[in-house]
């Protein structure tokens, strides 16, 4: 579903992944409060990520892109000896992650497109709202490839194209942090992408129809669009969750 005043772009940014770095240290110290200000909707993408990434004692889990490592708190929750490491590319974000949760183990990285880990080396991978800020998508897909198991699975989440008029209004009337550099992609782009990458899709789902208002509305919400998957109303949830597999 395409909305006539928004412009869609193909799957690869016209920025570095550098401006996205610049964004993000720049917005580091507001991170934490703006998102505050809408807690429910977005904690849900930590609470949906401990229910679909089946995690088990002793997994070795890379979150990428980490922000203030909040999702650490998730994971460990769920299962305490998990092996998590926290990759970030904003150096400001990283500090703020230090100072509210200085357990965390952080990896800083350069670029999405080549991940300082070796092959293979995790058996979870968690990347919550980073595929739009990638300037090359399907390099970080193939890296995300790379770096896991042959027994991994990935879990992603990434806003569909539908979202940017809902972000735009967002930010006029209340401000916060921003996307900086970004691309929101159509759901089925992102299918073709995982799949051109290796990625088998086990699993797909738009969320928060309503992410914000009273919670009566945001349940009536989430019970709409749970009943209409596979239909365009669940394009227009603007979070939406991918559940893969290698193989």
């Not at 229910?51 to 004692?57: D, F, H, Q, T």
């Not at 992603?156 to 006029?172: G, R």
């Not at 799949?195 to 019970?223: N, Q, S």
Request: glycine share 6%; net charge negative; charged share 25%.
């Amino acid at each position: 579903m395409f909305l006539p005043f928004v412009k869609y772009r193909p799957p690869q940014g016209d920025w570095s992944d550098s401006e996205v770095e610049a964004h993000w240290d720049a917005v580091a110290e507001i991170y934490v409060d703006s998102n505050n200000r809408v807690k429910d909707a977005h904690d849900q993408r930590f609470e949906m990520s401990v229910r679909r990434l089946e995690l088990y004692p002793g997994c070795r889990v890379l979150n990428v892109s980490s922000r203030d490592c909040e999702a650490d708190d998730y994971v460990r929750s769920a299962v305490c000896n998990a092996q998590v490491v926290n990759a970030e590319i904003s150096r400001g974000l990283m500090n703020v992650a230090a100072r509210l949760r200085p357990q965390a183990r952080q990896v800083k990285i350069g670029t999405y497109s080549a991940l300082p880990f070796e092959n293979a080396a995790f058996d979870r991978v968690l990347s919550l709202e980073t595929l739009e800020h990638c300037a090359e998508p399907e390099a970080f897909l193939r890296e995300l490839y790379r770096v896991s198991s042959s027994e991994a699975l990935l879990l992603l989440s990434a806003p569909p194209y539908t979202a940017e008029t809902a972000y735009h209004v967002y930010t006029a009337l209340f401000g916060g942090h921003g996307e900086g550099p970004h691309r929101f992609i159509p759901s089925r782009e992102v299918k073709r992408m995982l799949a051109d990458c290796g990625w088998v899709l086990r699993y797909h789902e738009g969320t928060l129809l309503m992410p914000v208002g009273p919670r009566f509305i945001k349940d009536a919400g989430e019970w709409l669009i749970r009943r209409f998957q596979n239909t365009p109303l669940a394009e227009m949830g603007i979070r939406q969750f991918y559940v893969c597999a290698k193989h």
